[in-house]
């Protein structure tokens, strides 16, 4: 089979002042036809700027400065605009990671697929119009007819992304670019994602270059895979291979990284002292009511859970399945609608704020997005001794626990006069984990905490979580979507599923024999399930 | 994961972490080396050197007139009268108005007057208005009541508002501060609103509720300061508007009294004679113009670099 694309020592110079010379140094890759080759890297790596230079999407700022792209033998990097325009989605096509984004909110779904052919064919209105319905049943779109009459907003993430699909694949290209197309879509509609552009791919022959930083999903949909290090490529090699007998140190490191699906046994002690008991907590969001018509949204529904110090709870669950709502319900971000959460002996759901502010020191909580959970204006140093300032205890005395605790996450101690953009975004959630610890809190719950986080920073983020719930003898509540972090961090699972726990157990239990079919739904999509990573 | 492998690169990938850190050049060398804060900064500061030192610029008292030396071109010389009744020369470098006063002293000494009205304006407003801002945005049962009486405000044209107030008043530089600064008041509480409600929802604001902080240390302490940018930019926009407006309530005889040097009551005395002599409209009208402009200018080349949303994406 013949090459579709032919990426040539391409490299590619980053603006002058940037952390390193080239986005992409001498990168030599190539799709045949039929065949999905998955570049992986973690962010940074260049992985998205090869995409769109292959695309000739890049800006300005980023142009190749070496090398060739060939598709199907044409040089993409000489190529004119008006030269470019015909080539993509007729010879190549991309799919982007927020499907929301890549399409045009106030265009029906139709019209965004009809214009492709609009521009690219002579058909007429007619046979444009069955072929944009014959494109939307081959990628299984229930009710064609409503889903072409649809806008945007209307439809679900993965709808979304099966558009995104149809858009790209109608003029049958060579080449397909897939940048992330799963990462921002929930477990079980990824699964589906990625079967069906294994289907068309297969049906069509198109070669395909996809691009991920999740090396579940290339265990799923590679036939090749490149990784990719700061630029520069460090093994190419067939799946099996790869992930057999990875060779160089950086992808073994990066596959030792992936956390493994099967739970790690820990022993925990049953009758250590309950830190948290929540029982039949409710969330009810109401809007409107006065004249409008009232609508109600159970985020959170009988809720209850017991958490004993020392023991990690996962709660585990899909987008919208109100994991985040019971986080915050605990933490009293947000007041719980009914039902009660016990700190200890203190009730803490029905009390005042006045009453609540002695009490917060005891749940301490870390954010997702380790960008946006330190205030840009303040130290480091400041943001750690905050809480404890705030509960009288003397600067010099919060300054000296604050340095200790830069120890504990392993950070310079030096370095708490330094402002959060000075550090990446691993830094900086160690930093929030010691924020958090500098309260000495009896509960730390951690809101999908290492979500953001490149795999080997994450491996080294959840070590870090591990060493000081067992060094300070804490509970912890630990949210996230991810089942295989979940494994290997939490002593006891609570599944969530639109607003309810619908199983509740030991993470051996659910892990080993899940019962609630819902749960067995969600094992069977992560991806890579078949392949035994981090061990 | 305690693999031996994911602990063995700890202190490797730790050290790339390090080279991942973006290097930013400083907010101060950004100002430094943008053309509009160069330009607009150096007018401000030129003008604020001439109020400042305007006896020292070969001015006589503004008040000061002879009526011998009425309606002079400029560049003539002439006599003016000082309080002692003493007659001395002068050179009436813009000329003199149908009092015999001396423009150029004038208009020298009324760059003092619309450098304060603009300034203090500015800055009333805006501690006004953040106060408000904060309040409404942050706390959520004042938002309603406090944004419809904002809402009132910005229902009447701002100049009438002004005008009436100064009427209320006795004229003073105060009351036409105070007159001019309360129509900015709802756009700097509209600004600051918007801006504290996606603020407050920022995770480091939970992350400081859940470590105990006051309600006032987290509206003063987190929020505020990450509003000062676009703060500091109508801040600029509030001074140009209530340079002109001052000049405008001058101009119509309800703003300073007559005898006041300031822009706007040279050309409104000007104004008359306009035809004849167009030097007495002219001067003060350049220097207002020069003045507006120089802080308009300021303000977009301070938006550029601390508006994060206008600023260039590499």
């Known amino acids: 089979m013949g090459a579709v694309l032919e990426i040539r020592d391409l490299t590619i110079a980053l603006p002058r002042g940037a952390d390193r010379g080239n986005a992409v140094t001498g990168v030599n890759l190539t799709v045949d036809r039929g ?36 598709l199907e033998g044409e040089d993409i990097l000489k190529a004119s605009p008006a030269r470019l325009r015909e080539l993509r989605c007729v010879r190549m096509s991309m799919i982007f990671q927020e499907p929301m984004t890549a399409l045009n909110p106030v265009m029906r779904c139709d019209a965004q697929i009809e214009e492709v052919l609009a521009m690219h064919t002579s058909l007429n209105a007619e046979e444009r119009r069955a072929r944009v319905r014959r494109i939307i049943e081959e990628v299984h779109l229930p009710d064609p007819e409503r889903m072409m009459a649809s806008y945007p907003h209307q439809l679900s993430g993965g709808q979304r992304q099966r558009i995104m699909i149809a858009i790209a694949l109608i003029m049958e290209p060579v080449l397909l670019i897939a940048d992330e197309p799963t990462t921002a879509l929930d477990v079980t509609t990824q699964a589906q994602i990625l079967k069906l552009i294994r289907e068309l791919q297969q049906k069509h022959g198109t070669g395909v270059l996809f691009i991920t930083h999740d090396f579940g999903v290339v265990a799923e949909i590679a036939d090749r895979v490149a990784v990719l290090r700061l630029g520069a490529l460090v093994e190419t090699k067939t799946k099996t291979e790869l ?116 009490l917060r020191r005891r749940v301490q909580i870390v954010f997702q997005d380790p960008y946006r959970s330190l205030n840009p204006r303040r130290t480091v140093g400041e943001a750690i001794i905050e809480g404890p300032l705030n509960y009288g205890i003397s600067r010099s005395d919060a300054l000296e626990r604050a340095r200790k605790l830069m120890e504990t996450v392993r950070l310079d101690p030096s370095a708490l006069n330094r402002y959060p953009h000075q550090f990446s975004g691993g830094q900086r959630q160690r930093i929030c984990i010691a924020r958090a610890l500098a309260m000495e809190p009896e509960l730390l719950i951690a ?59 030991t993470a051996a239990d659910v892990f080993g024999a899940p ?21 | 994961m305690s693999t031996p492998a994911a602990s063995a690169t700890l202190a490797a990938s730790l050290s790339t972490e390090d080279a991942n850190i973006v290097a930013r050049a400083s907010v101060w060398s950004k100002l430094a080396r943008h053309w509009g804060v160069r330009i607009g900064g150096a007018a401000m500061l030129l003008l604020t050197l001439i109020a400042l030192a305007a006896p020292l610029l070969g001015t006589v008292d503004p008040t000061l007139f002879d009526p011998g030396s009425r309606d002079l071109l400029p560049g003539a010389q002439g006599e003016i009268t000082t309080l002692e009744g003493e007659s001395i020369k002068h050179e009436f470098m813009m000329g003199s108005d149908s009092f015999g006063r001396d423009i150029y002293s004038r208009v020298i000494y009324g760059t003092r007057v619309s450098l304060i009205v603009g300034l203090a304006c500015a800055l009333v407003s805006v501690f006004l208005g953040v106060l408000a801002g904060l309040s409404a945005g942050y706390l959520r049962w004042l938002d309603m009541p406090l944004m419809r009486v904002m809402d009132g405000i910005m229902a009447i044209p701002g100049i009438l508002i002004a005008i009436a107030l100064v009427a209320l008043w006795k004229a003073s530089l105060l009351s036409v501060i105070v007159a001019i600064a309360i129509p900015e008041i709802p756009r700097v509480t509209r600004l600051v609103r918007s801006l504290v409600l996606s603020i407050r929802e920022e995770p480091y604001v939970e992350a400081a509720v859940s470590l105990g902080t006051s309600t006032f240390k987290i509206m003063f302490g987190h929020i505020l300061p990450n509003t000062a940018a676009p703060l500091i930019v109508q801040g600029t926009y509030i001074c140009a508007s209530a340079i002109l407006t001052e000049a405008i309530l001058s101009f119509l005889g309800v703003g300073l009294p007559t005898d006041f040097p300031t822009w706007g009551n040279i050309m409104a005395e000007g104004r008359v004679q306009f035809q004849q002599f167009p030097h007495n409209v002219f001067f003060p009208g350049i220097f207002l113009a020069v003045t507006v402009l120089a802080v308009n200018v300021l303000g977009d080349g301070l938006r550029d670099v601390l508006d994060p949303k206008m600023a260039k994406k590499v």
């Open chain 1, 515 to 535: 019962q609630h079919a819902y749960t067995q739904a969600l094992f069977a999509a992560a991806p890579g399930r078949d392949y035994a990573f981090g061990s």
């Open chain 1, 243 to 358: 992930l057999a007998r990875p060779e160089h140190a950086y992808t073994q490191m990066l596959i030792a990284s992936v956390p493994s699906i099967k739970p790690r046994h820990r022993g925990s002690d049953a009758a250590a002292p309950i830190v948290l008991k929540t029982e039949a907590l409710a969330k009810i969001y109401s809007s409107g009511g006065f004249l409008a018509r009232k609508r109600e949204v159970h985020a959170a529904v009988d809720v209850s859970f017991t958490l004993r110090r020392g023991q990690t709870l996962g709660i585990v669950g899909e987008s919208g399945s109100g994991k985040s709502t019971v986080a915050r319900c605990i933490a009293r971000l947000i007041d719980p609608t009914s039902g009660s959460v016990k700190l200890g002996n203190d009730e803490i759901a029905t009390m005042s704020a006045g009453a609540l502010r002695p």
């Open chain 1, 35 to 70: 065949e999905i080759v998955c570049l992986v890297g973690e962010s940074g790596s260049g992985k998205s700027v090869i995409a769109h230079a292959v695309m000739g999407l890049s800006p300005k700022e980023l142009r190749a400065t070496g090398g060739e792209i060939l």
């Open chain 1, 447 to 505: 809101d999908e905490a290492v979500s953001a986080l490149d795999v080997s920073v994450q491996a080294q983020v959840l070590d870090l979580l591990d060493e000081i719930r067992d060094r300070m003898n804490l509970a912890m509540l630990f949210i996230t979507h991810d089942l295989r972090v979940a494994a290997q961090v939490c002593d006891h699972v609570a599944v969530m599923s639109k607003g309810r726990v619908v199983e509740y157990g």
